[in-house]
């Protein structure tokens, strides 16, 4: 006699867990680069730092309110996961139409022109290059990843749905 598969898990302890250690990573770190920011006078840092510590806290509040058996916790999850996205996005297109190459060259150490100059090259000309590359690349992976975990999110729904509604 064949035996019968176990039945799937509940995708539910699993989506909780993810989503508390995505949205405190999200606000902590966040938070962190928020206070840098402020300390540093750099406005659009603080701004962005703190939108994306609030998405964090979203995210956060969602998985709270899936360990409540509250189908509409989803909703925040993705919510919390757009808001980043957008956030990030606007933080890029900013730093790009508003490139501060000046103010990051000073900022770095002597030795790091040295460094560029003995192999040749311009640091103006390096930092031309890599400005731009840094913010492109950080919108693709954000878009990827954020939308990579709204996705997630709303896949899932259908299941949590289900297993929410009261059995007859």
Known sequence: MSEIPPLLA???PRMIRIARIDGWSIFGVAFLFGVISIWQGEL???????????????????????SLRKIEG????????LGLLTAIDCY???KLTHPAI????????GFVGELVAS?????????RL?????????????????????????????????EFEPSE
Do not use: H, N
Not at 102 to 109: E, I
Not at 119 to 127: F, N
Not at 137 to 142: C, E, K, M, P, Q
């Open 119 to 127: 192999s040749g090259q311009s640091l103006d000309e390096l930092l």
């Open 44 to 66: 659009t840092g603080a701004v962005g730092g703190i939108i994306a510590a609030a998405a964090g806290a979203v995210e956060v509040y969602g998985a709270r309110q899936l």
């Open 102 to 109: 000046g103010a990051l060259k000073a900022s770095l150490p």
């Open 130 to 162: 890599v400005y731009p590359l840094t913010y492109v690349t950080l919108a693709i992976v954000s878009l990827f990843y954020q939308g990579g975990m709204a996705f997630y999110y709303l896949r899932k729904s259908k299941t949590l749905s289900a």
């Open 74 to 81: 989803l909703g925040w999850l993705v919510a919390s996961q």
């Open 92 to 94: 890029c297109a900013w």
């Open 10 to 12: 509940s995708p539910l």
